[in-house]
Structure formats: C-alpha cells, structure tokens
C-alpha cells in the first residue's frame, strides 16, 4: 500500500508557481520521499528525491517539513507542458518503488 | 537508443491468446521493473530483476503472467490465455543498480482484450 496521501487534483495559473503537497506520517528514518510524474500516453518520469534536506534540480524543489511527516514539491513557473499527474512515494533503498493514485495537476493558461 | 523501449507500442489481443511483451532497458542498467497501469489508476508492481535473477513477482496477479531476462538485459513479460481484466498499460523500467537509483521508465504498452 502506498504510504502517502495527495489530494486527487489541483490547479495552477501558467507562470505561478505549483506547490503539490504530500502528507507521509508514518515515515520511518531511513525512508526517502521521491516524486515523479506522468505525462499522458507517457512512462512516469524522475523529478527529484530528498531525504531530510531540502533539494533543489532544474525541474523542481522538494521542501520537507523538519519533522519528515510531509513534503512540497514546488514547480517555480508552471508551464502547460507540466500539466500531468504527480506521485509522490516513499521508500527505502532496498523498497520496490510503490504509485499511489497521486495528484493530477491541471496548469490553466 | 537513450531510452528504456518497449514494444509492441499497441497490442489487440482476442481472449484466450498468449501474448508477449517486450522490455529493452538501458544499456548497462542491472535492475529492471514491470509494473501494468489501469486506466485513471497509479502503476502498480508487477516483478522485479537484478541483472537475471528475478527477486520479487509478488505482484504478478495469476500463474498466467510471467516474466523473464534470460541474459541480464532485454526482458520479456508474457500473459497466457489472455482475459479482459489483462487490458491495461504495461511499463517496463529499469535503473543502473538497486537502492536509491531513480527508475526510467518506458513509453508502455497498451494491450487490450476483446
């Protein structure tokens, strides 16, 4: 079962910022929160993954909260391109990767 | 190629038909992933290999699925007797080793049985 909870869609003006939040309560510590998304009639694709700290890559930054029970992925600009569904997952190193029903964002012109 | 593919893109299959699915990872990739995707839903796991030992197929749904990666590379998912519930997105990925490498994944196949 997945260990997360996303709320099922959201929607984001183009050129604002996204910020789709992902709540994981019952994180253990050695536990990364990893996201990907899924464009239409495409495989899901990496963003970015962090363990305590905050990441950052040229595709997003992932904002964990101190106490690791939830987390932000932030997209700084939305673009129609990045309308798709956003799964935010939680694993160990030694975990298969588990999807969860995520969250579709909708990026509105 | 770059990519993980995976072929056919599209597959119609009459009930009852066996048919095979084909994975090419990523060169030099050692894990490699199945996962099949109903419509308006999250993928879920299917099997997992390191190189060609098949680890975990806990998520294989009945003895009709299987899976194999004979010499550590391409992969090949075959569904026997082909049934309606089959229909769905099949995904293949794979990562350059276990742990916390992210997975690539590949465009899918779409198998539907009629």
């Known amino acids: 079962d997945a260990k997360t909870t996303q709320p099922p869609s959201m929607d984001c003006a183009e050129g604002r910022a996204a910020n789709l939040p992902c709540n994981h309560s019952?994180?253990?510590?050695?536990?990364?929160v990893y996201w990907y998304r899924q464009i239409h009639s495409q495989g899901p694709q990496y963003i970015i993954h962090g363990l305590k700290n905050n990441e950052t890559n040229e595709m997003a930054s992932l904002i964990i909260t101190e106490d690791r029970k939830s987390s932000t992925l932030i997209l700084p600009h939305a673009t129609l391109r990045d309308t798709a569904v956003y799964y935010c997952i939680v694993r160990t190193s030694y975990d298969k990767v588990i999807f969860g029903p995520g969250t579709s964002l909708s990026v509105i012109p | 190629g770059a990519g993980v593919s995976q072929s056919p893109r599209y597959k119609v299959a009459k009930r009852g038909q066996d048919v095979a699915l084909r994975c090419d990872p990523i060169?030099?990739?050692?894990?490699l992933f199945w996962y099949q995707q109903a419509l308006g839903q999250g993928p879920e796991f299917l099997t997992y290999?390191?190189?060609?030992?098949?680890?975990?197929k806990s998520g294989l749904p009945s003895d009709r699925f299987f899976a194999e990666r004979p010499e550590g590379s391409v992969s090949t998912l075959k569904i026997q007797r082909t049934q309606q519930e089959d229909s769905a997105v099949y995904l293949c990925a794979s990562s350059l080793a276990s742990g916390v490498e992210k997975l690539f994944f590949g465009s899918g196949t779409q198998l539907s049985v009629l």
């Open positions: 060169s030099g990739h050692v894990s």
């Open positions: 290999f390191q190189n060609e030992a098949q680890l975990d």
């Open positions: 019952t994180i253990s510590g050695n536990e990364y």
